[in-house]
Every structure is written in structure tokens, then in C-alpha cells.
């Protein structure tokens, strides 16, 4: 499918349909078998090859009275890492599955952290694909339909729909890290978290790392959220357990 076709594809989901799905896939048979099978499942499902053609038509899932033009993304591990990266450099919060090719399950926690919601590893059941897709999917409405529409404390604002945050009234950026972790502090005020409980609610249960990168990652919203990031006003450190809210 050509950038032109792609980018008719209607922004909006229709009413009782079961989902619309981008697939991005170089192989053509792979492809087909994929497409055909999610198609019976009754989903929409526009189909592509190359990354380049994918992006205008992704970059459209801006939020619009809460919806977006896919429901999820389904990239292989190839063309898919960069438009991965791009989109939750963007705040785009629509569910991505990454196909790795065969042998590479090491790679998952690499596809994770560069912010894919799941990966599968070729070859894989066709069952347990159409199971992960339904997966994600699920976890996205219900996330829609608990989400909150503003987030505030003292002179902070958190948008968790639109991935906006407003510091004392001016709009502050920050990476889709740093938005999960701040948007969790703020749903959970005066809650004491640990180093390994954050780790695993934002970065997952399958991150191999230092427990120093939440410091890291700590350091740099005190950097934009503080007005003296050495005295903070927001995020404390509780000594010996971790950090609170508040």
C-alpha cells in the first residue's frame, strides 16, 4: 500500500467496529497469512511493507474526543524499531506489537524499552497471535475508560489523553518515560514507591538494567518540574524505601 492509499484511511473508528489494525510487514506471505487472519476476526486491517509509507497515516493518531485512527500497530522487528521510537517520542500512546525474526527472543527487552507493548517471536502460533493482539486491544479500553481526564496538584497539570503536561502554566516536554512515571506519582499522592516497584510498573517485569536508572530518570523530572531541583517541592526521597508524590 502506497503513502497516498494510507493516508485515506478514514481518521475515526466507526461505531460496533472491532478495531482497526496497521500491519507493517516485509514479508509478503507473512503478510497475507497475518492480514487474513485478523480480517476474520473482523477487524480493518491496512496493510504495508515499508515503514516511510506507515508514518504519515500513524502520525494522524492524534487523540480526538479520545479515539485514534488504529486501535493497534503491528510492526516487524525490521522496518518498525524507528517508527516505534518516533511515535512514543511523540507521545502516541496506541498499542504496538513487534514480530522479531527467528532467534531472536533475546531481543525483547530491547523492543520493550524502546517502548512496544509486546513482542512474539517467529515462528508463532496463529492462535496466539490473534490472542496477543485482542490483548493489547483490551488493555486499551479499558485504559480509555478508566483514564482521568486531568491530573493536577499544586501547580502541575497532567493531561494522561493528550500526553500534556502544563509546570506553573507553561507546557513542559518530556519523554514517554518520564510522562508514565510522573503520571503515576500523580495518581498515587504521598505513596511511597520503591526502586523495583517502579521499575517494573513503568519500564516491566522483563527490564534488565540498574535499579539506578529511576534515579536517573527521577533527577531529570526534578530538573523540570522543581523550581530548586536540590530542594524538591514534588517528588521526595523517602530514605531506605524509595520516593513519594507529594
Not at 7 to 36: F, H, K, N, T, W
Not at 82 to 98: K, S
Amino acid at each position: 500500500m502506497s503513502s497516498a492509499e494510507l493516508s485515506e484511511c478514514p481518521s475515526r473508528l466507526a461505531v460496533g467496529q472491532a478495531g482497526r489494525i496497521l500491519l507493517l510487514e516485509g514479508e509478503d506471505l507473512l503478510r497475507e497469512m497475518l492480514a487474513l487472519a485478523l480480517k476474520e476476526q473482523g477487524y480493518e486491517v491496512v496493510v504495508t511493507s515499508d515503514g516511510r509509507n506507515a508514518l504519515p497515516s500513524v502520525q494522524t493518531s492524534s487523540s480526538y474526543h479520545g479515539e485514534f485512527a488504529f486501535n493497534l500497530l503491528i510492526m516487524d522487528s525490521i522496518n518498525g524499531l524507528d517508527l516505534c521510537r518516533m511515535l512514543r517520542h511523540q507521545g502516541n500512546p496506541v498499542p504496538i506489537l513487534i514480530i522479531g525474526a527467528r532467534g531472536s527472543a533475546n531481543n525483547c527487552a530491547f523492543y520493550l524499552e524502546a517502548g512496544s507493548d509486546d513482542y512474539l517471536t517467529k515462528p508463532f502460533g496463529m492462535r496466539e497471535f490473534i490472542a496477543r493482539c485482542r490483548a493489547l486491544m483490551r488493555r486499551q479500553r479499558l485504559g480509555q475508560l478508566s483514564q482521568p481526564v486531568m491530573l493536577q496538584y499544586k501547580s502541575i497539570t497532567l493531561y494522561p489523553e493528550e500526553c500534556r503536561v502544563l509546570v506553573r502554566g507553561i507546557e513542559v516536554k518530556f519523554s514517554p518515560k518520564q510522562f508514565r512515571l510522573l503520571e503515576l506519582f500523580m495518581s498515587n499522592p504521598r505513596r511511597v514507591w520503591s526502586r523495583d516497584r517502579l521499575l517494573e510498573k513503568i519500564w516491566g517485569q522483563d527490564f534488565i538494567g540498574d535499579s539506578k536508572t529511576v534515579d536517573v530518570h527521577i533527577r531529570w523530572l526534578r530538573e523540570k518540574l522543581e523550581i530548586d531541583p536540590s530542594q524538591p517541592e514534588y517528588i521526595i526521597t523517602v530514605r531506605g524505601f524509595g520516593y513519594r508524590f507529594g
